[in-house]
């Protein structure tokens, strides 16, 4: 619908002018912001499933509100108790933020309307964990050392032993 709307200048500038019309003559939910879906998504806000999404494809829809860009993104929304699923949805981008932060592969989390569940709300990003620092490399010393052990007590074979030994000499 979008491409039919932006492909056409005029159509475009008559949708914005009407749409703005009936904001001012039946309130915000009827004029712009209804038709990007303001008023819905205030009840899927509080009233819909949580869940996470990954961003699989981001297009620019040539849309501007206040010089930000309403950005088309297409999800795999992932809600506990149901099968992932795809689902479309624009999004003003966010002030201080740029296209190149909302890349395939970017995880958000989400409500969907449960009624409906291609009606769908970014909420905010999934955190991650920071990266563990790698482990220390293990000291060859000591593990030759508590190889030797093993092979005198008799819990390891003498030829799990050498396997072992050589190993460890190997990281070397």
Do not use: C
């Not at 010089?67 to 506990?80: A, D, F, G, K, T």
């Amino acid at each position: 619908m979008f491409d039919a709307i932006t492909s056409d200048p005029a159509l475009l500038v008559l949708l914005i002018v009407v749409a703005g019309g009936m904001g001012l003559a039946f309130g915000p939910k009827a004029g712009v912001l209804g038709l990007l879906g303001a008023g819905p998504e205030r009840a899927v806000l509080e009233h819909g499933e949580p869940g996470e999404a990954t961003v699989l494809e981001v297009r620019d829809s040539a849309l501007r509100i206040n010089r930000r860009s309403i950005l088309q993104l297409l999800l795999e929304v992932r809600i506990p108790g149901r099968a992932p699923y795809q689902a479309r949805v624009s999004k003003k981008l966010p002030a201080h933020s740029s296209t190149a932060t909302w890349g395939p592969g970017l995880r958000v989390q989400v409500k969907a309307d449960p009624k409906q569940p291609q009606h769908v709300v970014i909420t905010g990003f999934v955190m991650t964990a920071p990266a563990s620092p790698p482990a220390p490399p293990a000291d060859p010393v000591r593990a030759m050392e508590d190889l030797k052990r093993m092979a005198e007590r008799g819990l390891i074979t003498e030829r799990e032993y050498e396997e072992k030994k050589a190993e460890i000499l190997g990281r070397l």
